[in-house]
């Protein structure tokens, strides 16, 4: 079946940028989205790209797709405490189902 | 925006029993929705699709008879855990289509999860 990868685990100084990297299988994803979720809670959607896109910038966050290496990334500038949480990389498939990675936590050091 | 309403947020029960969880859509109606599970250290696993007045489409590997799925109005769908063990502790996770809007990005909306504990 499709897949899609990440690292485990990333740890970051405060302040620092943190980069989340996330590769997929399915070549025909239309969209590509980045979770977080916290301890305990639910999914929030942080950001999203759609597959025809190879950029995509929201405040402190960019998103970078390649779409011929099926990589994602996900960038976090200037990293705060309150960023550490897990983040899921995801791709909607084509019968619009969601598929998730196993998710990176993200550990932040002061 | 639209939001999901997943409850009870956390749930203790006997091995044997069994547990509903409900998922509402509360501002936007939604012919499906969408069941996840979560294990520890693990990805969410999509556990089956709902589908408002049919039956839900379940994942390769999910028993339909322990899962039971009922999506009976655009806003409500419900997942109950029949005769649970302790190896169905989990956190569950459900997420709403919202076909009234944009249908992009956005259109998906995720509940707050429920953490089932089977003692």
């Known amino acids: 079946g499709e897949d899609v990868e990440q690292s485990l685990f990333l740890s970051v100084r405060e302040g620092d940028s943190s980069v989340i990297n996330c590769t997929y299988t399915?070549?025909?994803?239309?969209?590509l989205y980045w979770y977080k979720q916290e301890p305990g809670a639910g999914l929030q959607l942080l950001t999203y790209i759609f597959s025809n896109m190879d950029m995509k910038q929201d405040q402190r966050l960019t998103v970078l797709l390649n779409k011929k290496d099926k990589h994602l990334s996900l960038r976090i500038a200037d990293t705060q405490t309150g960023d550490s949480a897990i983040y899921f990389c995801a791709e909607r498939e084509r019968d619009d189902k969601i598929i998730f990675g196993k998710g990176t936590r993200l550990h932040i050091l002061p | 925006g639209a939001v999901v309403s997943q409850h009870p947020s956390r749930v203790i029960c006997k091995s044997g029993t069994s547990v509903k969880i409900e998922c509402r859509s509360l501002?936007?109606?939604?012919?499906?929705m969408f069941w996840y599970r979560q294990f520890p250290k693990k990805s969410l696993m999509l556990m089956a699709t709902?589908?408002?007045?049919?039956?839900?489409?379940?994942e390769q590997g999910v028993e339909k008879d322990k899962f039971l799925i009922n999506h009976a109005s655009l806003t409500l769908s419900t997942l109950t855990v029949t005769s649970a063990h302790p190896e169905d502790s989990s956190f569950y996770i459900c997420?709403?289509?919202?076909?009234?809007?944009?249908?992009?990005?956005?259109?998906?909306?995720f509940g707050s999860g429920t953490r089932l504990t089977v003692v």
């Open positions: 709902s589908n408002e007045g049919s039956k839900a489409t379940y």
């Open positions: 501002d936007f109606q939604a012919t499906t």
């Open positions: 997420s709403a289509r919202d076909e009234g809007g944009w249908r992009g990005a956005y259109g998906y909306t």
């Open positions: 399915d070549s025909s994803s239309t969209y």
